[in-house]
Structure formats: C-alpha cells, structure tokens
C-alpha cells in the first residue's frame, strides 16, 4: 500500500482555509494512484502531530501544500511530524523511518518545474491568442522580506518563461516587496499585459489588494492613458485553484526518493480500526455521535437525534457529506478542533463499511487510532513544557507561560472539549472502545490551545485581537 497525505495550513478562524487541500485530495483519489489520500493541517485536524497515525500503509509520501519553500515548509511541518530535518529540503525530498512507516517527504508543489505549465494554462485561460508580438506576461508573487525563498520560484519561472519566447515580455513583480505591482504601468511597455497570480488560493490578495493596487475593475481593462500608450490589463485566476495542479502533485509523489525498513506499523493501524468496527457492528456510542448497524449498512448520526424519524434529518450518504457537515456548529463557527463538544445535529449518514471508516476519520480525525493505542498502553503523551520548548517563530513565546496562565487557557477551552487530558495529568482509565461515549485521550496540547496561551501572554485573550494568531 501507497499513502500520499497533502499538508495544508489551516485556520482556527476561517473554515474556507482548508477548502483547497480537499479538493485536490478529491480529484487524486478520484484517480486511483495511491491506496489512500488524506488532508493534514497546522491549524486543524488531522493535526501535523497526528496525521501519520491515520495513515494505513507503510509507505507514506507527504507534500505540502505551499506555493514557495520558506518557514512553515523548513521547520514547522519537519518538526511537529518528527522528521528530524530542519533547512531547505533537497530535491527528491527526504525520507525517515518512523514508527514503521517509510515517510518521504518532498519540496512545496509551488517549486515544482510543472508549475511553469500551470502558468501558462492560466495566462491562455484568460487570453488565449496571447502572442510574443504584442503580450507582456506578469508573474505576480507575494513576496516578503522575512524569508528569500519566498521569491525565488517567483523569479525563476519569470526567467525560464522569458526565454521560452511565448511573450513579448516576462515580469516578476510583488505585493510585499519590490518590484512592487503598482510599478507595472512604468515597466510594461506591451499593449497587451497577462496578470498571473502565483498564489495558493483565491482570497482577499487576489480578489482584494491586487485589482487595487493594480487599478483593476474586472478579468480586463482598459488602461487608455499608460506612460508607454494603451494597454489592456488580463488578470488570471491565481494558480494554485488550477485543476493541472494535481499533475504536478503527483510528479512530486513520484520523484520523492529514499527508501526504509518497514514495520508493522500497517497491522496496528488495522487493528485499531477492526476494533472500532467490532464495536460498531454492535452499535457504538463515539464522541457525540451514534452508529447504529441496519441491515449490512451504518446508521450515524448525533447522539441527541437519536430516535427523530429519518424524514426530519438531513441524510447524507458519502464521508464528504458529512466532513462538510461537521466542519461547521449549528451557528455556522468554524470547528477547528472535531472533539470539542459542538458537533452540529440535524443529520444522519447512511453508509457502508469502508464509507463509515472515512466518515468517522472525518466526524472525529485520529481518535480511533489514538485511542486504540491508548488501549494497549502505547500511546505517549507530550506534557505541556515539551509542546512549548517545541514551538518556534512567533509561538516560542508560550515558553514563558506560567504553569497558572496555562491552565487558565485549558480550563476555558478543554472544559469544552470531549477528550481528557493526559498531558496534563488526567488518566482515562475507559474509553469509548470499552462502551464509555466520552472516553478519548487527548495525547498533547493542541495548536488552538497553543495558540490561546501565546495570546494570553500577550495579554491579548479577549481583547478583540484574536485574529492575530492565524497570521
């Protein structure tokens, strides 16, 4: 078996964040090239910590989701995966034997040289007899003067793109740095100008700072009065929504090197799961959620629905149904942590065996096999001076949290969450699995409990600023 798990970073705040990591993960498993395809994120579940728990196979390739090398793809996703690599990532990737898998992981798919394709994809996209006579193409990056990476893969396609001949002139210009993207009036003499944004993702730069900065008022206009004459502005779609993007995906996949000995890390992850299937079998109280088996199919639902007719509940029937319905509250919030005791109501899930395996990794991610582990005494847990000696960038300043300031974050978040809290001291003597609905371990403090201690060093816990740690 293959596993191929993409790494996006994810929000506490914005439940669109995780969007585009699943819509790729949908198109490659559509295509059938590895066993299994799974979604991890730095501010959502499955978290970086736990995500290759959940995976089933020995042989694991993880590529993250990121438009350009820098400081989420150097330090925090080698770190907080335990692949004991910090710095730039060679190409092929890496590999590291880890708790039996063969973990291989490769460079951001944004540097990929199949990038370059994309961004003429988009460029005829939105003119498609754009010619080396008269059309000037701006290759537009983020950029930022906090890591040079970020810029690089900006210039290096602008260059080989230049001597490709397509356009009549090739430009890299920037949000954050110069060249800024406010210049292009005094730089691109072309009557014609193709806007690309290299960007992950649509969102405010894209839909907001670039067309005001830029003076754009839709996908083209008219610029009569520019210091070089007339010129007509085509603004693509940024290219990280780019369907090709999964070509260049797997590329990565398939250039990722090194090789390992593999262990038997595939039959504990097994095990964990045909004990959760013994039980569901039988009908299982999870979480917040019921299963109940009907007739060679899986029932599930909210443990507060339980008895409404099936007619008063929406009914899905696939495990992204319910993904979709369990990433918000009833109230619409986002639900970056899936154990916190807001599960929405409203719904069933009709569902076979392997579907409600999916389901269930999407309802609650890791908890099975976490909890299986816990089960067999094999799951370590992280206590809380370890989770902050790890924490870099801006979060290493929760290591100056006091034992007090910590607490004070748990006890307003935890209480709300259904797992107990080993890290900090709590035993959990049944689980779940032993028929106890409320019986999850929690192994290690979470990012949105890190994230909350930072902001309470600061002193900025509910001083209307918590946007700042989603930054």
Known sequence: MRSLVLIGHGSHLNGESAVAVYRYAE??????????VIEGYWKEEPSLRQVLKTTASTDVTVIPMFISEGYFTETVIPREMGLGHQGPVPQGGIARVIGGRTVRYTLPYGVHPGMREVIL????????????QDTALIVLGHGTTRNENSNKVIYQNAEVLRASGHFAEVHALFLDEDPKVGTWPDVVRAPRVVVVPFFASEGWHTLETIPEDMGLSGTVTEFPDNPHGAQQVYYARPVGTHAAVADVIVQLAEEAHGAGDQGDHERGHEAAWQAFMDRARRGLRVGEAVITPELGVFELRHMLDEGLPGGELTTLVTPEGVRDRV???????????????????????VLNEADLRRAVHYLYPAVVEETYAHSCHALRHT???TTARRQTGIYAKVQRATPAQVEHVAQEICSGCL?????AGERLTHSFLDGVPGGL???EACTYVVAEVREEVSG???????HSHDH
């Open 27 to 36: 198109l490659l498993r559509a295509r059938g090239l590895f066993d299994e």
């Open 121 to 132: 994809a988009r460029a005829r996209e939105v003119l498609p007899d754009a010619s080396p």
């Open 327 to 349: 990433r918000f509250t009833d109230g619409g919030e986002h639900r970056p942590v899936h154990t916190l005791r807001n599960l929405p109501r409203g719904w069933r899930a």
């Open 383 to 385: 206590p809380w001076p």
């Open 419 to 423: 797992r107990t809290r080993l890290w």
């Open 441 to 443: 371990p929690c192994a």
């Open 460 to 466: 900025k816990r509910g001083a209307g600023s918590g």
